[in-house]
């Protein structure tokens, strides 16, 4: 069974970075591509984006563009999200999630497997 553990939230003041991490455990890494998605507090869960599963492309929600980098580590079964330039908007708990999307890649539906949630916290 694929299992996603992220790591690296925490609390930053606005304009700083954090990077995320997401490790899989299993053989099974290289067989999805990988999401990263957040959720406010009473809000609805929201892309982030994605990275496909050779790494080769990346997508991204309009509101990160230009801020947020998705990159992953076969060796390590890892990847991660680089987050910089934070703004108080992106307070959220943050998500890994690993499938096999085709262009519903920015819909949560697209994804089997997802981690526990990592939270974000920026403040003003």
């Known amino acids: 069974q694929v299992q996603l553990v992220e790591s690296g939230g925490g609390l930053v003041q606005a304009g700083g970075n954090l990077r995320l991490s997401c490790v899989t455990s299993?053989?099974?890494?290289?067989?999805?591509?990988m999401g990263w998605f957040r959720q406010a507090p009473g809000k609805e869960r929201a892309f982030v984006g994605m990275i496909t599963r050779t790494g080769i492309t990346t997508y991204y929600a309009d509101s990160v563009k230009g801020r947020f980098i998705i990159s992953r580590d076969k060796a390590k079964n890892t990847v991660y999200l680089q987050m910089d330039s934070l703004k108080p908007e992106d307070t959220a708990v943050y998500y890994c999630a690993a499938g096999s999307p085709g262009s519903d890649y920015d819909q949560p539906h697209a994804y089997a497997y997802w981690g526990q949630g990592t939270q974000v916290t920026v403040s003003s």
């Open positions: 299993g053989r099974l890494f290289s067989r999805y591509a």
